[in-house]
């Protein structure tokens, strides 16, 4: 039986768009693939409200995440943490040796421009990252309040980890200055894991030329140098499967309207955060709360485990806490083809099961 599932990823997928998976395969050198990939980056670029180059990875999101922090970091980076993704992103510059600070929020609580302003000041740093929505710890993190803190160091690259918020809230790519924005299509774009996505300011680009080591693969200024002279090929073989769903999902995300789409991703994280306050309790601060995962502290000690193995017999999914959260706060994602139906089945059944 399948699961629907109320997890951060992946996230349910409509038919029609897994159907599209089975498209048969064209050469990825061709004209109809260059076709292709400029169609679905000029609906990126109306998804993310940027007029910056897209360029596409055959990977999760952490692959662009390492990619970038790689290909941009001249001098010193600092990464700011809100939980187990931002942690990653300091990792990945540790074993690329990669010049690296890091500052970590407590988990629960965002990072405030103020914080931003303090590190960006010394003037050490040509790179700065943000984790915009952690999964971890239900945070949604205010990037038009760091934008206006940005705007005073305009020289230090600006990278940002929307994998799991874009497109279920809005980013203003261009309006908010954002140099490498990150997302991948197994959260809120509603598709098969497998690729990344992210889009990238000519500044950046400019600013990369000064790093010599930048790796080949997910190196951002080979994928641009390709995409940019060879008619929107890419300098590895993509995954044309997802390829082909993502253009046809992008039709139907535009069809709904990008603001009726956040729209309705805020009213579900509106329902789903009452919800956990009526039985448990919320976990992150919530003026600063994820619109597209609630993380939800356990305070009724209940199993999640064996919770789960209850919704799986009625057909539903939820996560459990993650790392150190583990049974300690759960989750319930609504994001992606979710609507507030679906959380108000998801939330009725936990009630039954458990007897609130």
């Known amino acids: 039986m399948h699961k629907k599932l109320f997890i951060p990823g992946p996230t349910e997928v409509a038919p029609e768009v897994l159907a599209k998976l089975a498209t048969p395969m064209i050469g990825h050198r061709s004209k109809d693939a260059s076709k292709m ?3 679905i980056s000029e609906k990126l670029q109306k998804v993310m409200y940027t007029e910056n180059p897209i360029l596409l990875s055959t990977s999760s999101g952490s692959g662009l995440m390492e990619g ?25 510059a540790e074993v690329n040796n990669i010049p690296a600070d890091k500052h970590e929020a407590k988990w629960g609580e965002p990072t405030t421009p103020e914080i ?11 790179v700065f990252t943000i984790t915009h929505n952690e999964t971890s710890t239900g945070i949604m993190n205010p990037l038009a309040e760091i934008a206006e803190v940005r705007k005073k160091y305009p ?13 279920g809230a809005k980013v203003e790519v261009d309006k908010l200055g954002i140099d490498v924005c990150i997302t991948s299509t197994q959260k809120a774009l509603a598709l098969p894991p497998g690729m990344a996505i992210c889009s990238i300011s000519r500044k950046a680009l400019e600013h990369g030329k000064q790093v010599k080591h930048r790796g080949w693969y997910l190196d951002l200024l080979e994928i641009y140098k390709y995409i940019e002279t060879k ?12 390829m082909f769903a993502l253009n046809f999902q992008l039709d139907r995300i535009l069809a709904e309207g990008l603001d009726n789409r956040f729209a309705r991703h805020k009213e579900m994280a509106e329902f789903t955060r009452a919800w956990a306050k009526k039985h448990f309790a919320l976990f992150p601060v919530e003026k600063y709360a994820s619109q597209t995962l609630t993380t939800i502290t356990n305070t009724r000690n209940i199993n999640v485990a064996n919770l789960n193995s209850e919704l799986a017999k009625v057909g539903l999914q939820i996560s459990n806490g993650y790392g150190d959260l583990k ?25 039954s099961i458990l007897k609130l």
Do not use: C
């Open 37 to 39: 990939q400029k169609e």
């Open 68 to 92: 970038s922090i790689r290909s941009l970091t001249a001098k010193r980076a600092v990464v700011f943490s809100v939980g187990a993704f931002g942690n990653r992103w300091y990792k990945m």
């Open 116 to 126: 931003v302003d303090q590190y960006l000041s010394t003037g050490k740093y040509d």
């Open 155 to 167: 020289d230090v690259m600006w990278l940002v980890d929307s994998v799991s918020a874009l497109s």
């Open 231 to 242: 008619d929107h090929q890419y300098h590895a073989t993509p995954s044309l499967p997802h």
């Open 327 to 351: 049974e300690k706060t759960f989750r319930i994602a609504h994001m992606g083809e979710l609507t507030l139906k679906d959380v108000k089945e998801v939330t009725a059944a936990i009630e």
